[in-house]
């Protein structure tokens, strides 16, 4: 019973819905060489109305989620109406066919709305090869459709452009492939079946003994127990990621802080501290320097007598007097001439009429001169020192221009630190804490296969708990191997195609793909960090990845373009068309806007090209015209 799984659209008929008065159709028949259906819309022109009209055609309420038609459905209904419409007629029709059991079907399936007064009433009909189904046969037809297909999976072949950027950007791309893959693969089917299982198990009616409540308790207690490991898994995973991010973070940080040449807080303050303590020593330098000057020049010599002073001078006096008196000018390179004036009664006279004792104190004085000579030639030597000194320990405080962001970057670094130790400590702690629940999970497993032994063989568990309970751990096992082994095979098969589809050649050597659905890029055994690759490669990635699935999946259902190429460079575009679009087989369709598919892009698929639509919008009518053309004849 595969038959949706080869379903082929062949024709969409829009008749008063959005955009599009009238009857609007849109011919989807390809042929092997000949498959791409090429529709090209500005922004608002109507292509998302008629991806919606597809989905509302097939499944009706169902599309929008609900079991049956309800308010909120025909509420929904309505804004798809057309306000614009020459006829009260307002119908979608779906043209398909599908091969059931080497069978191929034609239908065309309509559903059709009146407007009343305060509702809307829906109406559906189907022809198969022209002749009306029914009431009981559209509705078997209708289930059929449901139960083997779904909105879900008709989304799954709609390569949504802006869709996959948002969800890149937005760090959801894990999850998105998680629910592509379980809708490609039918594992929403199995997990659909196990719970259904489980339900039967834990809620049979005629479990009536002790000891069946015995045996329903301990699959409870091991169910509620592996939702637990989950949850803390799940929790234990999102710690080492953070670890792993923080570790990033702070490097980036550490890498921008030698960048701007940073000193750091604590080496800031000492360098500080010794220009104050420089600046301290040269200013009790040049204070002794000054008080040099100060005591000993000029210095004070008692005038006496010039009479008493000529008697008791000796006549080898005015000799030796003038000799101290030219060492005391060649130490202190100071002329005299205005004291010694002013130290005589008598202009004409001269220094040599001192007495003795005022001599004794000039030899005491030329003597305390020498020694304070050698403590300022010492001064001065070590201030031409300072002063180097100080110059490099000002350009180095000088040079650290940002020193406000060296600051926050030290902030920073130490509030990661800070996070980054509690992350550790806690990822510890919870991988103790997942040792301790999956012992505990082994325990209840043994106890649960004794109690199922047990109760096994003195009859009261009937034939079909044990198949039941064998089937529940037969699907879990086909699960796991199912995954593995197809994520293994998308994971080699994107890799390749990314290769080829890629600028940079041979730029990832390996792709894995974990349980989680988390990428992990390698280069010769090296794993890569995601944000290495640009917004660009990121998005061709994931490109490659979703037509991997496909590829491996086997499937050959119409796969749409929406956008593919709208947050893409012109040589990613290309690369893009000739390594994804034109080699897809199957039935494909491209909406696309104005600027995607230039003259270089349109000749890589124009030989694949069967038919193509513009949709012009008429802002003037509020209505949306569709041609055989696309975007006038720049093509």
């Keep these: ?86 006829s009260p007629t307002f119908k979608i029709t779906i043209d398909f066919e599908y091969v059931e059991n080497l069978t191929k079907y034609n239908y065309a399936l309509s559903r059709s709305w009146e407007k009343g007064k305060d509702e809307l009433k829906e109406k559906v009909d189907v022809l198969n090869e022209g002749k009306a189904l029914t009431e009981l046969e559209v509705d078997n037809l209708i289930n059929k459709i449901r139960s083997i297909s779904s909105p879900a999976l008709i989304n799954s072949f709609i390569f949504d452009g802006e869709k996959i950027g948002n969800i890149i950007e937005n760090g959801k791309t894990k999850e998105y492939i998680r629910e592509l893959f379980s809708c490609i693969f039918n594992i929403d089917l199995l997990d659909q079946f196990e719970k259904d299982l489980m339900v039967y198990l834990n809620y049979k009616d005629n479990y009536t003994s002790e000891e069946e409540y015995e045996l329903t308790g301990q699959v409870n207690k091991i169910n509620a127990l592996k939702t637990d490991i989950k949850r803390e898994s799940d929790y234990y995973q999102s710690l080492q990621k953070k670890t792993l991010d923080i570790q990033i973070r702070i490097q980036s940080l550490q890498k921008e802080f030698a960048q701007i040449g ?42 006496r007598n010039i009479a008493d002073i000529i008697k008791k001078a000796e006549a080898e006096l005015p000799k030796m007097y003038g000799e101290m008196l030219e060492k005391v000018q060649n130490y202190l390179h100071v002329d005299f001439s205005q004291y010694i004036d002013a130290l005589c009664v008598d202009k004409n006279k001269r220094l040599y009429e001192l007495q003795e004792d005022e001599i004794e104190k000039l030899k005491q004085l ?146 894995k793909i974990d349980e989680n659905f988390g990428l992990h890029l390698f280069f010769n055994g090296n794993e890569i960090q995601e944000d290495y690759l640009s917004a660009g490669e990121t998005q061709i990635l994931v490109s490659c990845l979703i037509w991997s699935m496909f590829k491996i999946s086997g499937r050959r259902e119409m796969f749409i373009f929406d956008t593919p190429l709208a947050r893409l460079d012109e040589q990613n575009r290309v690369a893009f068309s000739q390594n994804i679009v034109a080699t897809i087989s199957g039935q494909v369709v491209i909406l696309s806007t104005d600027s995607e598919f230039t003259n270089t892009n349109y000749n890589i698929i124009a030989d694949k090209v069967v038919r193509k639509y513009l949709l012009s919008y008429d802002d003037s009518k509020k209505v949306t015209n569709v041609k055989r053309a696309y975007f006038g004849d720049e093509l």
């Design 1 to 86: 019973m595969g038959a949706i799984f080869r379903m082929k659209i062949n024709k969409i008929i829009l008749t008063n819905i959005g955009p599009y008065a009238g009857e609007n159709i849109f011919d989807f028949t390809t042929n092997e060489k000949q498959n791409i259906i090429l529709i090209g819309g500005k922004n608002g022109a109507g292509k998302t109305t008629l991806l919606k009209a597809l989905k509302i055609g097939l499944f009706g309420c169902f599309s929008f989620g609900f079991r049956n038609e309800n308010a909120t459905y025909f509420k929904d209904v309505a804004r798809m109406l057309s306000n614009q419409a020459d």
């Design 262 to 303: 940073g000193i750091k807080k604590d080496d800031l303050i000492v360098l500080q501290n010794g220009i104050k303590d420089i600046e301290r020593t040269a200013e009790t330098n040049n204070k002794i320097l000054r008080d040099f000057y100060e005591d000993y020049l000029p210095f004070s010599i008692v005038q």
């Design 366 to 511: 030329l003597c305390s001169l020498k020694t304070k000579k050698n403590v300022v030639v010492k001064l001065l030597s070590n201030k031409e020192s300072l002063s180097n000194q100080l110059m490099k320990m000002r350009d180095s405080l000088t040079n650290n221009e940002s020193i406000e962001r060296v600051n926050e970057i030290i902030q920073q670094v130490a509030e990661l630190q800070k996070e980054y130790e509690f992350c550790i400590s806690e990822t510890n702690a919870k991988r103790e804490q997942l040792v301790d629940l999956n012992k505990e999970l082994s325990l209840l497993l043994i106890k649960y296969n004794e109690l199922f032994e047990k109760h096994k063989k003195s009859r009261l568990i009937g034939n079909s708990y044990l198949v039941c309970s064998n089937t529940i751990k037969t699907c879990e096992q086909i699960k796991k191997y199912l995954i593995r082994e197809k994520l293994d095979k998308i994971g080699q098969t994107c890799c390749s195609l990314f290769n080829q589809t890629i600028r940079k050649k041979d730029f990832i050597s390996d792709i």
